[in-house]
């Protein structure tokens, strides 16, 4: 099977896919992008990630390429076309095509690029992942998802170098943001689960809002408020969230290791929460409803 890439309108073999030299998105990082999980053939909170690209974009002012409605369509038909039952669709709109110049063109349409591939999720089950700490080098607007990725991919190189799962990228005054493409939360010796207020400084996951609800469901105590390293190392469980990992339990930061490298109970119970939420998705969908 031979994987379709979506560019401007077309659906395109993906090795022939390509975008012009003088794309804002190429040269000045101009643009934001979405990552969606696809379980069971069903897109995992598709309504949060189109309302968040809305958002990147209208805090850019780039405008949407195409109604929300049609794009809706196209992700999932790239779904279908890519033979994706479990994977990752990703979607690009950068400001589009235009001579190299720092301000905005008057006149470029936005460009939209599509791609999906299949991936294996851990199941439930999960074993917990170890996370390195390292300082946090971004821009001031973290809360838009934009393409400038450069102390991402370096804070994940310095993750893998180090035989790690993730980087927690740490602020000037010693406190945890997030991960380089994930939340992060600890659970503290009392049972409060603690993850970071969601201003400019991260990014506001889309699962790690499906997280806070299910522990308000399950009647769990959390607060939304930075932690620094030395909390999070002293805490009974530590994990990340992101559209990709869902919940991924951590057992290790920094060398230090928060348990005996089994995944905490309220890990456990989030991540079964968000399986339940993807499994009654893909029933639904089955049933037509
Ligand atoms: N923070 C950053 C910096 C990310 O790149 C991601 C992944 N998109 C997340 C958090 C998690 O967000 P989401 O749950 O929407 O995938």
Same mark, same amino acid.
């Given at each position: ?6 560019? %401007? ?5 993906? *090795? ?5 030299? @003088?794309?804002?998105? /190429? ?28 958002? #990147?974009? *209208?805090?850019?002012?780039? &405008?949407?390429?195409? !109604?929300?409605?049609?794009? #809706? ?7 279908? $076309? %890519? $033979? ?33 591939? *299949?991936?294996? /999720? ?38 893998? @170098? !180090?035989?790690?799962?993730? !980087?927690?990228?740490?602020?000037? =005054? ?39 609800? /299910? &522990?308000?469901? %399950? ?7 930075? /932690? ?9 469980? &530590?994990?990340?969230? #992101? ?15 928060? #348990? %005996? ?10 991540? =079964?929460?968000?399986?339940? !939420?993807? @499994? ?10």
């Amino acid at each position: 099977m031979s994987r379709i890439a979506y560019v %401007n309108g077309r659906y395109v073999p993906h *090795s022939e896919a390509s975008v012009h030299v @003088e794309d804002r998105g /190429f040269q000045f990082a101009d643009g934001v992008y979405e990552v969606v999980a696809v379980y069971k053939g069903q897109l995992i909170d598709e309504a949060g990630h189109l309302d968040r690209l809305e958002r #990147s974009l *209208s805090e850019l002012q780039i &405008a949407m390429p195409m !109604a929300r409605a049609a794009l #809706s369509q196209v992700l999932r038909r790239m779904v279908r $076309l %890519n $033979l994706v039952r479990d994977g990752l669709v990703y979607f690009q709109v950068t400001r589009g095509v235009a001579p190299r110049d720092f301000p905005f063109p008057y006149a470029a349409m936005p460009t939209i690029v599509v791609t999906a591939r *299949s991936k294996t /999720f851990p199941g439930r089950d999960v074993k917990p992942v170890m996370v390195i700490t390292t300082r946090d080098q971004r821009w001031a607007r973290r809360d838009i998802k934009t393409v400038g990725l450069l102390p991402a991919a370096l804070a994940k190189q310095k993750a893998r @170098e !180090a035989k790690a799962f993730e !980087a927690w990228q740490v602020d000037d =005054d010693g406190y945890v943001t997030e991960g380089a493409s994930s939340n992060a939360w600890i659970v503290t010796k009392d049972n409060v689960i603690v993850t970071r207020q969601a201003d400019h400084n991260i990014l506001r996951g889309i699962t790690r809002m499906a997280l806070l609800e /299910f &522990a308000r469901e %399950n009647g769990f105590r959390f607060e939304e408020r930075a /932690f620094t390293v030395e909390e999070a190392q002293n805490a009974r469980e &530590a994990f990340i969230s #992101s559209a990709s990992t869902f919940v991924m339990p951590v057992w290790k930061i920094d060398e230090v290791a928060i #348990s %005996n490298g089994e995944m905490g109970p309220v890990a456990r119970t989030l991540r =079964d929460a968000y399986f339940d !939420a993807m @499994e009654k998705l893909a029933d639904q969908a089955k049933q037509g409803c």
